[in-house]
Every structure is written in structure tokens, then in C-alpha cells.
């Protein structure tokens, strides 16, 4: 389906893998739905690639704006982690930080898989790849990689600068589409996740109660 407002924040990282069981633990009962307090910030995805080298994790936040991360309720949370969060910090690399304004969203259904692609240019023609069967959503988004980030250094403007989204109702099907869809668009860095948790602000409800992390 297409995404809800006019931006989209993608993340991409690894963690320790002694703490992977945590980190998914606090994704879902912290993280996110902490993410989601803040005015703006509409929906909160995270994929996972089990079998990857790197960027292992993949997570989508669905934004009015991209002023929503330069707003007081988001910067407040990043410059004053909760304690959980701070301890989660070092164990995190291969840490990649993409805002974007969302440029093209077509779909009618969320898929349960995703592959995404960071192109230097902004790929042409998309909507041809609705031609493969199992594609259910394609998202494009223009990158804005001035601003530094904790986890992350101020990257300037080198690097891949647009985010393609594909969502598909077959991950096996869409793994075996990748080389056809680069094609397509004229190359890029490729990865296909499955979909482990979803939670829009209107689930959220109340703000979220602390949660007491495991003893370590």
C-alpha cells in the first residue's frame, strides 16, 4: 500500500549477536513504540534478513514530513536515550541512516516482503515493475544525508542518494526477481527482508510504560 505522508526514514544495521534476541525485544517493546509518541511519526516497521552478511536489520518509519526529525519530541529522544537504549548503543555497526522525501508510493497491500535498493540515481520507470506478479508496493524516496546522527557520521551528499522500496507477497519470488528489477532501474545496492514487526501510531494508544530491560 502507498506510505502514509510525505517522508520516510530508512535504517539499515547489525547488532552483537549476543544481544540479537534483546535488541528484537527492545525494538518492539521500547524503541518503537517510543518512536511513535513523537507528533509525526505515523508508522514503525522492522525487517529482518536472517541469512545476511551485513545490514542484517532493516527498519521503516512512515513520516508526515522530514521536519518531524528536526522537531523538539524527536531530538529530545535522541540527545536523552532511555537507559535501555543507551546500553543497546555499542552493539550496534554497520549502522546506516537514510531520510527521505517520499517522490513516488503505489500500491493497494502491505507485503510481507521487501527489497530494498540504494541507488545514486533516481531510477526511472518504476511502475514497470508491477509487471512482476508478486510485487505488491514500490516506495522512492530522495535522501537527505547532510545531518549527523549518533550512531552514524555526517555522510555530506556522497553516496546513494535515492531509497527504492519494493513490497511483494512472496520473499522467495521477489529474492529471485532482484536481478530483473536492477535491471530495471539501472543497478543499485540490493537486500530482500522479511517483515518481523509493524505498529502504526494508531495502535500505539497510550504513551508507552518504562520497560524494564533483561539483567545483562
Known sequence: MSLKG????????D????????YNLWHTREHVPERLSVPGILTGKRYVDRDAVSHRYFTLYELDSLAVLSSPAYTRLVDNPTPWSRAMRPSFSNFL????????????????ALATFRCGTAPLHIERLFDIETVTGLHLGEADLSQPFPLQQA???????????????DHAALRTAVPTILKTIGGGEAQVYALASALTKDELGDPPAPFTPPHR
Open 155 to 169: 555522510t555530506g551528499e556522497k553516496g546513494p542518494r535515492h531509497v527504492l522500496l519494493v513490497e511483494a507477497n
Open 6 to 13: 510525505t517522508a520516510f526514514l530508512a535504517l539499515w544495521n
Open 15 to 22: 547488532i552483537a549477536a549476543a544481544r540479537d534476541a534483546e
Open 97 to 112: 541512516r537514510y531520510p527521505c522525501t517520499t517522490t513516488l508510493s503505489l500500491g493497494q497491500s502491505l507485503g510481507g
